[in-house]
């Protein structure tokens, strides 16, 4: 080295290892896309930043960059939309002047179609991801019971929606024959 260059030290190239394929700006315009939706797959992104930034790169490279910006991708936990705090604690106060035993409630379970990739969506490191969700339209079950402190009382269980004349039908036939 010293014969070639008069120094011993070698002197390093301004841009060593790998080219980047994504600015900075890039990467702010995926993480501003998964802030609106957090829903987003890897391909989707992919698409989206071909069509509007003109740039072609392997899924990978968003996965690995969406990494580096603090963000995961994680099972969602799912709240109910039409819960109301305020409204559910005027709930209880009603209702803390009946006695357990004089009370009986009405359930509606539904069970429908999901894949798993319902259950993910991007969120940034150490935080929760939730969305509000309404149930999808399709094949479903529906279950109504009555639940009581002695346990389930009575039951019924339906394809499809539970419309509002067979509620009533099974409330009359069934319900208000157990008491």
């Known amino acids: 080295l010293w014969n070639k260059t008069g120094n011993v030290v070698s002197h390093r190239l301004p841009h060593q ?12 315009y995926l993480i501003k896309l998964i802030c609106q939706n957090p829903n987003y797959f890897l391909d989707e992104l992919l698409v989206m930043l071909d069509t509007n930034c003109f740039i072609s790169i392997h899924f990978m490279t968003i996965y690995h960059e969406l990494q580096w910006a603090g963000l995961s991708r994680k ?24 006695c357990p035993e004089e009370i009986s409630f009405i359930d509606e379970v539904s069970k429908d179609e999901w894949t798993t990739a319902h259950c993910y969506r991007w969120s940034h490191s150490g935080t929760c991801s939730e969305k509000s ?17 002695d346990g389930i009382m009575a039951w019924t269980v339906v394809e499809g929606s539970m419309m509002k004349v067979m509620f009533l039908a099974w409330l009359e036939d069934v319900v208000v024959r157990v008491y």
């Open 17 to 28: 290892g790998r080219l980047q394929l994504l600015e900075h700006a890039d990467v702010d």
């Open 133 to 149: 969700l309404l149930f999808v339209h399709g094949r479903r079950t529906m279950t109504e019971a009555l639940l009581s402190l």
């Open 75 to 98: 099972k969602l936990c799912k709240i109910a939309k039409e819960r109301n705090e305020p409204q559910w604690a005027a709930f209880i106060t009603y209702m803390a002047q009946y």
